[in-house]
């Protein structure tokens, strides 16, 4: 059967897909990239806020008027398979995922892999591989919906990781993304954390390189020495995925963030001494609620202090049995307001710290094909580095900063 499979949201819902689709793979069937010559669609949802819901529902309905057979999977049919009633589609959930090989049945007998080994085997994409470290998280954050979906921290044994990185650089992976709900809470359920499975992975041979995901900074504050340390080996790109989400303790609290101002910052300025070009990566909410504008004020205010070169922004939404949702809404008119002013602060802000690195010289890691045969690639700090030339993926160049634009760099390769 030939599939089409469509991922929204995360890299922990891009770990899915690929286990979805080497499942099925194993079990005979074909992966094609245009959803017009499709006979079944896979749809990994994600229900993170309402737009996106909306967005995923809408290509639902759409995929259900083909006569096609779809699956949908991810956390909407988990937190809220109500939204699919009355839309004919099967429906698995995070929890469920090698249920998909039953949905959809035997595909070609002579391409088929059953063996437990071939199931085992995680699948790269291009010179990129995902692992999934461990399912849930420990935290309530009072407006999160992925609890529901995703459960409490299931981690997984490091032996295993340990094979699975081992299995993608056998297939010729060069950069490994370690993906999770929260990347710092491995290892709570277990006797061992996150700098443990860190230090056994980058014990392996090799010029690849490891992405660690996103972490809550309440639970990286207990080993955020043990990071720093894990952080100095050579094979992890020196970037730090912090979400903070307001600038303000009052409203941290009442999001149940579990951290406050105070302690992200302790955690960036750990990581900052050890390695000051450090990018750093953030998350705000704004228009929560609670929020008022001297609170806002303040979001901005850290925005500013910090200096974050990567910057995730989103109006909240209320979101179906969150605690959160039963505070009243604030207009939406008000959060896009908020949101134009913060994201103006961030661009600004971005640019001026990407033009900076303009005559600089850097190594990088090409990783994906671009437009017009360029190629882009990924320096030490995980910035966007383009370079105007058809180069190889997974190989290393020396690069000049000759230009920037407002989310990347752009290099010329030196001889």
């Avoid at 002579?110 to 935290?139: F, H, M, N, W």
């Avoid at 409490?152 to 010729?172: F, H, T, W």
């Avoid at 994201?343 to 690195?357: I, Y």
Wanted: charged letters at 20%; hydrophobic letters at 35%; one cysteine or more.
């Amino acid at each position: 059967m030939r599939i089409h499979i469509q991922t929204f949201g995360c890299t922990a819902n891009k770990a899915d897909s690929l286990r979805m689709k080497q499942v099925l793979t194993a079990h005979g069937h074909t992966f094609i990239d245009s959803v017009d010559s499709a006979d079944m669609v896979v749809v990994n949802t994600c229900t993170v806020t309402q737009t996106t819901q909306r967005n995923v529902l809408k290509y639902i309905h759409s995929m259900s008027t083909t006569g096609k057979q779809v699956i949908v999977a991810g956390c909407l049919p988990a937190a809220q398979p109500d939204t699919l009633e009355g839309i004919p589609c099967q429906i698995i959930t995070p929890s469920s995922l090698d249920d998909i090989a039953t949905i959809a049945g035997k595909g070609d007998s002579e391409a088929a892999k059953t063996s437990d080994s071939a199931l085992r085997t995680p699948i790269v994409e291009g010179v990129t591989g995902v692992v999934s470290i461990s399912q849930g998280c420990v935290g309530h954050c009072s407006y999160c919906i992925v609890k529901q979906a995703r459960g409490e921290l299931v981690s997984r044994p490091i032996p295993d990781i340990v094979n699975n990185v081992k299995s993608l650089m056998a297939q010729g992976a060069m950069e490994i993304q370690l993906s999770s709900q929260d990347v710092a809470a491995y290892g709570l359920d277990r006797e061992e954390r996150l700098p443990d499975l860190l230090n056994a992975i980058t014990a392996l041979d090799g010029d690849h390189m490891i992405r660690v995901g996103m972490m809550n900074p309440f639970t990286v504050l207990d080993i955020v020495d043990e990071m720093v340390n894990a952080f100095e080996d050579h094979h992890i790109f020196k970037f730090l995925h912090l979400p903070i989400q307001s600038g303000s303790d009052k409203v941290l609290e009442s999001m149940n963030r579990k951290h406050t101002v105070d302690e992200f910052k302790h955690i960036v300025h750990a990581f900052r001494q050890r390695f000051p070009d450090i990018i750093l990566s953030t998350d705000f909410i704004v228009g929560y609620p609670t929020e008022t504008n001297e609170d806002f004020y303040a979001t901005q205010k850290l925005l500013l202090e910090i200096k974050p070169q990567k910057v995730n922004i989103t109006r909240y939404s209320p979101r179906p049995n969150t605690p959160a949702s039963l505070l009243r809404d604030i207009p939406d008119w008000q959060k896009k307001d908020l949101s134009r002013v913060l994201t103006h602060s961030h661009h600004t802000l971005n640019r001026e710290l990407l033009q900076g690195k303009i005559g600089t010289k850097v190594r990088i890691l090409t990783t994906e094909k671009g437009k017009n045969n360029s190629t882009s690639g990924r320096d030490i700090y995980y910035n966007i580095v383009v370079i105007q030339e058809n180069l190889p993926l997974g190989t290393w160049y020396n690069v000049r900063i000759i230009d920037s634009t407002a989310t990347y760099l752009i290099g010329e390769r030196l001889n």
